[in-house]
């Protein structure tokens, strides 16, 4: 069994940061990613960012590109997602997952384990 526990929500202005964390105990690693998602009230959960344990591949959402980075510790079995130049937009739960395959996917479906998600709140 893979438990996900996220962190580092918050209230922030736009144009601010804030870096969520996601601690990952269970059978997780090497041949999975991990992934981000979001979900804003009253619409569909979709794709942030993903990236390979081994830390050699990361993807991202358009809307979060240059903006957001992925990033793992292997050691701590973390994943971090650091966010910058946040805007509005951004509000929402977010929430980390892990794959079910090794094979990279944007899809809800390909992930098999999720975290309980943490608000993030972005301020005009």
């Known amino acids: 069994q893979v438990q996900l526990v996220e962190s580092g929500g918050g209230l922030v202005q736009a144009g601010g940061s804030l870096r969520l964390s996601c601690a990952a105990s269970?059978?997780?690693?090497?041949?999975?990613?991990m992934g981000w998602f979001r979900q804003a009230p009253g619409k569909e959960r979709e794709f942030v960012a993903a990236?390979?344990?081994?830390?050699?591949?990361?993807y991202y959402a358009d809307s979060v590109k240059g903006r957001f980075t992925i990033s793992g510790d292997n050691a701590k079995n973390t994943v971090y997602l650091q966010m910058n130049s946040l805007k509005p937009e951004d509000t929402a739960v977010y929430y980390c997952?892990?794959?079910?395959?090794?094979?990279?996917?944007?899809?809800?479906?390909?992930?098999?384990?999720w975290g309980q998600g943490t608000q993030v709140t972005v301020s005009s």
């Open positions: 997952a892990r794959s079910r395959s090794s094979y990279y996917s944007r899809a809800e479906y390909a992930y098999a384990y």
């Open positions: 269970g059978r997780t690693f090497s041949s999975y990613l």
């Open positions: 990236i390979t344990w081994s830390g050699d591949n990361t």
